[in-house]
């Protein structure tokens, strides 16, 4: 079903997404269980989580908190009372046949998130922030009689998870994918959740229609759930829009359903329509009291907030002196922007040391595969290897292969510096003497520069370099150069 580009210019996406982010507390939402994840099937559990008749819940207040922290940092109202109630439904991960969710009293409403889109901003609304306990996991794959059989790891029954629901305020896959890295990058900031989707603990369902440009009425929506990446949310919802387009210019009606999207095949197909759809029979939890946030509690909660990629990226470039692009892209990653202002202290030179760390460090992070984070050098050598660049010590080609050793040996740029004997060599009499010596075995090419060929500068610079083994301080082998060429023009 290929859309034209004009055809589709017709249509306007709206899109919500709801955002699973499984919290990092050390115990469970209602049990004493540890969350910890990759153990062995079922050895973090205990009648509570298995869902035994009789055991009950009690609530672990670094949940709460924890989930206060992100509802504040998205500018959510936090409702002094919430409560917790039972979504009724069966499924084998579910042993006790119903989850611990929040329904029509959540913990927190009314928020919101800015987005960019090109270079303007835009205020997606965040309609609420609630509670919930994980389910288990079904394991169909890997064991000897996986073609028969199923497993069950109840381990992740009842991790503690928000559930961020957004208003359906993003109109394009690029929009959305925005909105879940601004998202993500929140959550890591706050430390609230490690966000890793491979292991489950970000998910995306996106709410997705669309409607004829300059209508107000809503289409009607599907839901597309299993958009366990970046990369499959953007092409699900790219698929899911087209599809729907197609159903409407063919006379159709989309239909209200909830559809899955299948990496493999590139699509999203039906899983349950409406009249399938589930009747969670939700009411109050009966186990467990309603949740009451004192304004002491909030007010503590939100003086523990660290600072937030935002204020950090204008702190960047205020105490820095960053250009904004430089701070964007340092901000993007916490770790990143930890290692920066570590190693810029160590540098003293926080600008160079931003060109070093965006260019040099990024490529050698990328080439380990390895996060800021784990970075083979620690901030602070990093910080005097930049230092040493900037005041001269060696130039910037040798600090380029002093990283590479640094990296590989662990040993300081100082170490490599004294041992190797790279110092660079500013003693214009070295200098000049190497100059003379080029400049008179090279007649043609001085010619040609004295003739105008002003590139012809470069070609000398580069073979008083290669003479010096890279040594030389290249501004002075420009000068003294230029004044060796042009001096001897009369
Ligand atoms: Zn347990």
Same mark, same amino acid.
């Given at each position: 079903?290929?859309?034209s580009?004009?055809?589709?210019?017709?249509?306007?996406?709206?899109?919500?997404?709801?955002?699973h982010?499984?919290?990092?507390?050390?115990?469970?939402?209602?049990?004493g269980c540890? =969350?910890?994840?990759?153990?062995?099937?079922?050895?973090?559990?205990?009648?509570?989580?298995?869902g035994?008749?009789?055991?009950?819940?009690?609530?672990?207040r670094?949940a709460?908190?924890?989930?206060?922290?992100a509802?504040?940092?998205?500018?959510?109202?936090?409702?002094?009372r919430?409560?917790f109630?039972?979504?009724?439904?069966?499924?084998?991960?579910?042993?006790?046949?119903?989850?611990?969710?929040?329904?029509?009293?959540?913990?927190a409403?009314f /928020?919101w998130?800015d987005?960019?889109?090109?270079?303007?901003?835009?205020?997606?609304?965040i309609?609420?922030?609630?509670?919930?306990?994980d389910?288990g996991?079904?394991?169909?794959?890997?064991?000897?009689?996986?073609?028969?059989?199923?497993?069950?790891?109840?381990?992740?029954s /009842? &991790?503690?998870?928000?559930?961020?629901?957004s208003?359906?305020?993003?109109?394009?896959p690029?929009?959305?994918?925005?909105?879940?890295?601004?998202?993500k990058?929140?959550?890591?900031?706050l430390?609230?959740?490690?966000?890793?989707?491979?292991?489950?603990?970000l998910?995306?369902?996106?709410n997705?229609?669309v409607?004829?440009?300059? =209508?107000?009425a809503l289409?009607?929506?599907?839901?597309?759930?299993?958009?366990?990446?970046?990369k499959?949310l953007?092409r699900?919802? #790219?698929?899911?829009?087209?599809?729907?387009?197609?159903?409407?210019?063919?006379?159709?009606a989309?239909?209200?359903e909830?559809r899955?999207?299948?990496?493999?095949?590139q699509?999203?197909?039906?899983?349950?329509?409406? #009249?399938?759809?589930?009747?969670y029979?939700?009411?109050?939890?009966?186990?467990?009291?309603?949740? &009451?946030?004192?304004e002491?509690?909030?007010?503590?909660?939100?003086?523990?907030?660290?600072?937030?990629?935002?204020?950090?990226?204008?702190?960047?470039?205020?105490?820095?002196?960053?250009p904004?692009?430089?701070?964007?892209?340092?901000?993007?990653?916490?770790?990143?922007?930890?290692y920066?202002?570590?190693?810029?202290?160590?540098?003293?030179?926080?600008?160079?040391?931003?060109?070093?760390?965006?260019?040099?460090?990024?490529?050698?992070?990328?080439e380990?595969g390895?996060?800021a984070?784990?970075?083979p050098?620690?901030a602070?050598?990093?910080?005097?290897?930049v230092?040493l660049v900037?005041?001269?010590?060696?130039?910037?080609?040798?600090?380029?292969?002093?990283?590479?050793?640094?990296?590989?040996t662990?040993?300081r740029?100082s170490?490599?510096?004294?041992?190797?004997?790279?110092v660079?060599?500013s003693?214009?009499?070295a200098?000049?003497?190497?100059?003379?010596?080029?400049?008179?075995?090279?007649?043609?090419?001085?010619e040609?520069?004295?003739?105008?060929?002003a590139a012809t500068?470069?070609?000398?610079?580069?073979q008083?370099m290669?003479?010096?083994?890279?040594?030389?301080?290249?501004q002075?082998?420009q000068?003294?150069?230029?004044?060796?060429?042009e /001096?001897k023009?009369?």
């Amino acid at each position: 079903m290929p859309i034209s580009a004009e055809v589709r210019a017709q249509y306007e996406p709206v899109i919500g997404l709801e955002v699973h982010v499984q919290l990092l507390t050390r115990s469970k939402i209602f049990c004493g269980c540890s =969350t910890r994840f990759g153990d062995p099937p079922n050895s973090h559990t205990c009648p509570v989580c298995l869902g035994l008749p009789g055991a009950l819940p009690v609530l672990n207040r670094e949940a709460v908190t924890m989930a206060m922290k992100a509802a504040l940092a998205l500018n959510c109202a936090i409702n002094a009372r919430s409560r917790f109630a039972r979504k009724n439904y069966f499924y084998p991960d579910l042993p006790k046949g119903y989850q611990i969710s929040q329904y029509d009293e959540p913990l927190a409403e009314f /928020g919101w998130v800015d987005i960019e889109l090109d270079g303007k901003p835009k205020r997606i609304g965040i309609t609420r922030v609630h509670l919930e306990e994980d389910a288990g996991k079904s394991l169909h794959e890997g064991f000897p009689d996986s073609d028969r059989a199923s497993y069950i790891d109840l381990n992740r029954s /009842g &991790v503690p998870l928000i559930e961020i629901v957004s208003e359906p305020d993003l109109r394009s896959p690029e929009e959305a994918y925005d909105y879940l890295t601004r998202l993500k990058l929140l959550m890591l900031y706050l430390e609230v959740s490690d966000c890793n989707m491979e292991e489950g603990s970000l998910r995306c369902d996106a709410n997705v229609s669309v409607r004829r440009v300059g =209508t107000e009425a809503l289409g009607t929506k599907t839901e597309v759930k299993n958009l366990n990446s970046f990369k499959f949310l953007q092409r699900a919802l #790219e698929y899911e829009i087209d599809r729907q387009i197609a159903v409407v210019e063919g006379g159709g009606a989309v239909e209200q359903e909830t559809r899955l999207w299948d990496s493999r095949e590139q699509r999203t197909y039906g899983m349950r329509s409406k #009249e399938m759809a589930h009747d969670y029979r939700y009411f109050p939890e009966p186990d467990l009291l309603p949740l &009451v946030i004192s304004e002491e509690w909030k007010e503590e909660v939100r003086r523990s907030l660290p600072e937030l990629p935002e204020a950090r990226r204008e702190r960047l470039v205020r105490d820095y002196a960053l250009p904004e692009s430089d701070a964007a892209q340092i901000v993007a990653s916490k770790a990143l922007a930890d290692y920066y202002e570590r190693a810029a202290k160590a540098s003293g030179e926080p600008k160079a040391t931003a060109n070093w760390l965006l260019s040099e460090l990024l490529y050698l992070l990328r080439e380990a595969g390895k996060e800021a984070s784990q970075s083979p050098v620690p901030a602070s050598d990093f910080g005097e290897l930049v230092r040493l660049v900037s005041k001269g010590s060696i130039s910037g080609k040798i600090g380029k292969e002093v990283l590479a050793e640094m990296a590989s040996t662990g040993k300081r740029a100082s170490e490599i510096v004294a041992e190797k004997g790279l110092v660079q060599v500013s003693d214009p009499e070295a200098i000049g003497a190497a100059v003379r010596e080029i400049v008179a075995a090279s007649p043609k090419q001085a010619e040609q520069y004295r003739a105008g060929k002003a590139a012809t500068l470069g070609w000398f610079v580069g073979q008083v370099m290669k003479a010096t083994r890279g040594q030389a301080n290249p501004q002075m082998v420009q000068e003294i150069l230029r004044g060796e060429l042009e /001096g001897k023009k009369s």
